[in-house]
């Protein structure tokens, strides 16, 4: 089964830092990876996704990693701004009906 | 073009009643997933439906079931309900069943069991 471990569950640094989050998971068989942002009490916005065979997705200030082999993605937000503060979550996904898998997210604040 | 949509907003129902949530996925997408986030958790897998059929199903009990009509939209029903079933629940939608596709996910149902 499984298991996507987030780290850290919180952090909090000043606007303008660059920043890294971290998503870790034990099944190596999966299909891409997904990086989501939710606002409080509101759904999920897609970030990025990433297929198995790619190494890295880039979107504005955001850049996402993966390494199959070692069970790892890293979400890099470069220029950090308050409006970055959210949860940021990521997902894996089998290719199958099994839907995705989701760590617990990361609290993200940005001190203005 | 509209994005994943979900209704009811917000909910409030009692221990044993049974409840209907909606979604309709984004023009074109003919996969619909549910998803459970209970408060502080990731969301969990419910279903998978992918034209009309149920393609994939997560640990959850049979009070909960769902159906897919042909527009593409769907219903999320849950049965006896308890204290426990109290969370957010995520549509999503994607292109096809398989999931390779980017996910889509709409703002959910906020329902609280009381």
């Known amino acids: 089964k499984q298991e996507v471990t987030q780290i850290p569950a919180a952090l909090s640094v000043p606007e303008g830092e660059n920043l890294v989050l971290n998503c870790s998971f034990t099944?190596?068989?999966?299909?891409?990876l997904q990086w989501f942002r939710q606002d409080p009490g509101k759904g999920l916005t897609s970030l990025l996704l990433?297929?198995?065979?790619?190494r890295e997705q880039t979107s504005g200030r955001l850049n996402a990693s993966l390494d199959k082999s070692s069970g790892r993605s890293t979400l890099y937000i470069a220029a950090s701004q308050p409006g970055d503060s959210a949860t940021y979550l990521c997902?894996?996904?089998?290719?199958?009906?099994?839907?995705?898998?989701f760590g617990k997210g990361t609290h993200l604040i940005i001190q203005p | 073009d509209a994005g994943v949509t979900q209704s009811p907003t917000h909910l409030i129902k009692t221990r044993g009643q049974q409840v209907t949530l909606r979604c309709s996925p984004i023009?074109?997408?003919?996969?619909v997933s549910w998803y459970q986030q209970v408060l502080g958790q990731g969301p969990q897998f419910i279903f998978q439906?992918?034209?009309?059929?149920?393609?994939g199903r997560g640990n959850f009990p049979d009070r909960f079931s769902a159906r897919q009509f042909p527009n593409y939209s769907s219903e999320l029903n849950v049965n006896a309900l308890l204290l426990g079933d109290s969370a957010l629940y995520l549509c999503?939608?994607?292109?096809?069943?398989?999931?390779?596709?980017?996910?889509?996910f709409g703002p959910g149902t906020r329902l609280t069991v009381t």
């Open positions: 439906y992918y034209e009309k059929e149920e393609r």
């Open positions: 997902a894996t996904g089998g290719g199958g009906a099994d839907g995705l898998t």
């Open positions: 023009s074109g997408h003919k996969s």
């Open positions: 099944d190596s068989a999966i299909y891409n």
């Open positions: 990433i297929q198995s065979s790619q």
């Open positions: 999503a939608s994607s292109p096809r069943g398989q999931g390779v596709y980017e996910q889509y």
